[in-house]
Nanobody, 115 residues
Framework: QVQLVESGGGLVQPGGSLRLSCTAS????????MGWYRQAPGKQRELVAA???????NYADSVKGRFTISRDNAKNTCDLQMNSLKPEDTAVYYC?????????WGQGTQVTVSA
């Protein structure tokens, strides 16, 4: 079983920055995908960024150049640095780990971008 715990959400003004962190525990295999999804009210959950390794990273077009995903395999952590935040980035952000074709999710952390 895998558990994911997120932290770092909050309220920020447009143009500001936030850093989300996710820590995984439990049975973690060497090969997996860690990433972040978000879900805004009335919308479907969408991929923000996902990472297998430093050479295998995927970003949503809407966040390219503003968000950076990173991970520390030794600590089983995955961070999302979010810069130049916009009101449309407001959502609940979920950490995701996919291994052996199974998805695991964190509880979600709220990010609100508002003046």
């Amino acid at each position: 079983q895998v558990q994911l715990v997120e932290s770092g959400g909050g309220l920020v003004q447009p143009g500001g920055s936030l850093r989300l962190s996710c820590t995984a525990s439990g049975v973690i295999f060497n090969i997996n995908v860690m990433g972040w999804y978000r879900q805004a009210p009335g919308k479907q959950r969408e991929l923000v960024a996902a990472m297998i390794s430093s050479r295998n990273v995927n970003y949503a077009d809407s966040v390219k150049g503003r968000f950076t995903i990173s991970r520390d395999n030794a600590k089983n952590t995955c961070d999302l640095q979010m810069n130049s935040l916009k009101p449309e980035d407001t959502a609940v952000y979920y950490c995701n780990l996919n291994q052996l074709t199974r998805d695991y999710w964190g509880q979600g952390t709220q990010v609100t971008v508002s003046a």
